[in-house]
């Protein structure tokens, strides 16, 4: 199985700030990579499809990069419903498997 | 609008089975796939298995021979079983749909917890 590695499991950044959350592979998954946003209700969203696509109705302050082995997730200005768990998942082989999540708080 | 939502019977005992539905509204089973998805309390996400639009099915090797996924397009309800639960078993399990942009899960279901003791 392909093992995701968020190295950062908890973040806190300030209201306003760009934040960038790691995730690693650890093989190429050549850019099927996703990420998802989970409330502290538990709610989950999609936010990120293939590495960098937007998916419907996210904001824009919401991007991905990254390619072969090494992926990021970027927020720029951080607002306070951003507080959330962010996963990165990858669909490059099965099992498909979730990174174990970084936990953003606000400062 | 989009909806999922999941069904349970919220307590079950070690070494039973567990049947959670799946009740989707705003969209087709015969055009998108449904996923399983599960979280133990305070850990991360567990992919379990997918049901396609067609009715093929895609697991995760580790668990196969404990579940089983079916459909009714009809009822717009999608269907997991697994069999001889243990503790570690013990989860929040969601329902998403596949999106139409490859293997990604746009929209999920709020989740049914599901505790596994006797």
């Known amino acids: 199985d392909i093992q995701m590695t968020q190295t950062t499991s908890s973040l806190s950044a300030s209201l306003g700030d760009k934040v960038t959350i790691s995730c690693s592979a650890s093989q190429g998954i050549s850019n099927y990579l996703n990420w998802y946003q989970q409330k502290p209700d538990g709610t989950v969203k999609l936010l990120i499809y293939y590495t960098s696509s937007l998916h419907s109705g996210v904001p824009s302050r919401f991007s991905g990069s990254g390619s072969g082995t090494d992926y990021s997730l970027t927020i720029s200005n951080l607002e306070p419903e951003d507080i959330a768990t962010y996963y990165c998942q990858q669909y490059s082989n099965l099992p498909w498997t979730f990174g174990g999540g970084t936990k953003l708080e606000i400062k | 609008q989009v909806q999922l939502k999941e069904s349970g019977p919220g307590l079950v005992a070690p070494s039973q089975s567990l049947s959670i539905t799946c009740t989707v509204s705003g969209f087709s089973l015969t055009t998108y796939g449904v996923h399983w998805v599960r979280q133990p309390p305070g850990k991360g996400l567990e992919w379990l298995v997918v049901i396609w639009s067609d009715g093929s099915t895609t697991y995760n090797s580790a668990l196969k021979s404990r579940l089983s996924i079916s459909k009714d397009n009809s009822k717009s309800q999608v269907f997991l079983k697994m069999n001889s639960l243990q503790t570690d078993d013990t989860a929040m399990y969601y329902c998403?749909?596949?999106?139409?942009?490859?293997?990604?899960?746009?929209?999920w279901g709020q989740g049914t917890s599901v505790t596994i003791s006797s």
């Open positions: 998403a749909r596949n999106s139409v942009y490859g293997r990604s899960m746009d929209y």
